[in-house]
């Protein structure tokens, strides 16, 4: 029989440090009754009808562009327009969408009957000044070519400067939430949450945590039991996370490492749910730096790695080394007739020495005076990215590339590839942020490159044949998924970013609840299904 030992000091230590992060802001918050005008909560902090959900997000912000994803995974705040877990558009606070014949008009009708958790009614001119706020700013909005965001008769309309067809799934973007006019300031910045979701904000004290309460007012079938009082706390360490479940202190924890989910899996506490999701780990190349330049190189780097290996060893399973840049999770993208990619130390050296770098006495390859060298940037914000580094780092070693694994912050990235100093980074990009991926991938492999894509590399026909998608052209032609196809193909051949693992997004809950699900395009935690066991 398991007898019940008392915690280590370690785990004392970490059970005492999160108790005193739980316990920073007791259930007191100001929020805005429907008719009265602002009023005072307070709950016990340790009360037992409050569902905990712990993760490692903090809060930047209050804007949209910064935190919205947060706001929205805890149901404060809404776009137009939703998506199911099949990625297909659903009514949002728009009801009904339309596009022209030419594709330049699309025409969005708003729900009727829907009010702010201030109590106001969201109307169509409220709408249209957050979303032209959004379309102001830097943001997924700007690659649609947006001429004007306008109303009519009770519409929003957007026209375009030429057909672009996921613009529907922009507008599922967080940083596109809609909140009520007092959410604002006279400058137009962002003081308060107001949103229009089934829940209102109770509390907060920013980064690290905030309370939501259901806003009656938001309609539905009455569900006894149902989860009223919630609350988020950003928890920085993965150990830490798993700790708040087995005490009973957290009912939702998202992001664990394969530690955490082992101990968790021997748990009577906790509950796994699991969810492959349309995000990979790759190894991002600078294909402008004078050694990556050479796709034989970018080849031998992709031969080398062991990425079964290092599924299986480090994430603990086995079916996420990533054969190709798109997962299965991406149904329309991952094309199951491609050559996978495979590991061949053998065939990565050949291809080294047919590219002149030849072994050096400290076995590490010259090409003339110069050494193979590189460094290899990644970030803690996702707790597997070091230690994949450091698996990579010694399977180059042992075809001859001296590699030097740096871990700062994940601004690092995109700081490095607007300076043009990145050689390589180590990151996990998730293709499901729009559900319609083109317009990720535009960004990515567009024309010059993103910040979590392509760097240095010059090829025309990707671009072009991203925009013929996303125009809706190669969909008329009836060739949109021979050219999603071709896509795949370039990619996987020169290898701009090479694939090292999917990602299988794995969530702990406390048996005191029934009804969650993981949702595959992180947008929502779905407190609102949750019921008290």
């Not at 712990?54 to 776009?79: I, K, N």
């Not at 910045?189 to 938001?218: C, K, T, W």
């Not at 180590?426 to 760097?455: E, H």
Request: proline letters at 7%; a positive charge.
């Amino acid at each position: 029989m398991n007898r019940p030992t008392r915690p280590s000091r370690r785990r004392r230590s970490l059970l005492a440090a999160a108790g005193a992060g739980a316990a920073l802001l007791p259930w007191r918050g100001a929020v805005a009754d429907d008719r009265a005008g602002p009023h005072t909560h307070t709950f016990s902090a340790a009360a037992a009808d409050v569902l905990t959900v712990v993760g490692p997000w903090e809060m930047t912000g209050l804007d949209p562009s910064r935190s919205g994803y947060m706001f929205a995974r805890m149901e404060v705040a809404e776009t137009l327009l939703e998506v199911d877990d099949r990625g297909r558009l659903r009514i949002g606070l728009a009801s009904r969408w339309q596009v022209s014949g030419d594709g330049l008009e699309w025409r969005f009708t708003l729900r009727g009957n829907r009010r702010y958790h201030d109590g106001t009614e969201v109307t169509p001119e409220s709408v249209l000044a957050c979303l032209r706020r959004a379309h102001a700013r830097p943001g997924v909005l700007g690659m649609a070519g947006i001429r004007t965001i306008a109303l009519d008769g009770g519409a929003i309309v957007v026209t375009l400067e030429q057909p672009f067809a996921p613009l529907p799934y922009l507008l599922t973007h967080y940083s596109n939430q809609i909140l009520a006019p007092s959410s604002f300031d006279a400058q137009g910045n962002v003081v308060r949450i107001v949103g229009s979701g089934p829940f209102r904000i109770a509390a907060m004290a920013l980064p690290q945590q905030f309370d939501v309460e259901r806003f009656e007012a938001y309609g539905g079938l009455p569900i006894p039991g149902r989860v009223r009082r919630a609350r988020y706390i950003s928890v920085a360490r993965a150990e830490t996370r798993t700790l708040l479940v087995q005490s009973g202190q957290a009912d939702l924890a998202f992001s664990l490492d394969p530690p955490s989910i082992r101990a968790l899996q021997r748990d009577p506490k906790a509950v796994l749910l699991t969810q492959m999701l349309p995000r990979t780990t790759f190894i991002k190349l600078n294909s402008g730096h004078p050694l990556l330049a050479d796709v034989r190189l970018r080849r031998a780097i992709a031969l080398c790695v062991e990425r079964n290996g290092i599924a299986r060893a480090l994430l603990r399973d086995p079916d996420l080394g990533a054969t190709q840049l798109f997962p299965p999770s991406m149904g329309g993208w991952h094309d199951p007739a491609l050559a996978p990619l495979r590991t061949d130390p053998a065939a990565a050296r050949a291809l080294l020495e047919q590219a002149g770098w030849m072994p050096g006495p400290d076995g590490i390859r010259r090409r003339g005076k110069q050494r193979l060298a590189l460094s290899l940037t990644t970030f803690v914000d996702r707790p597997e990215l070091p230690l994949i580094a450091t698996a990579l780092q010694e399977e180059m070693r042992q075809i001859g590339i001296a590699v030097r694994v740096v871990i700062g912050n994940s601004s690092d990235i995109p700081a490095g590839h607007r300076s043009g100093s990145l050689e390589m980074g180590l990151v996990a990009r998730n293709f499901g942020n729009l559900p319609d991926p083109v317009a990720t991938l535009l960004q990515d492999f567009g024309a010059g490159g993103g910040d979590w894509g392509a760097m240095g590399w010059r090829n025309a026909e990707v671009p072009a044949t991203l925009a013929r998608l996303a125009s809706g052209t190669a969909a008329s032609n009836g060739g949109a998924q021979a050219a999603r196809a071709r896509v795949a193909a370039l990619l996987q051949s020169e290898l701009p970013v090479i694939p090292v693992v999917w990602y299988r997004q794995v969530c702990a809950t406390s048996r005191r609840i029934d009804g969650a699900s993981i949702d595959p395009f992180e947008r929502s935690y779905r407190i609102s299904h949750l019921v008290w066991n």
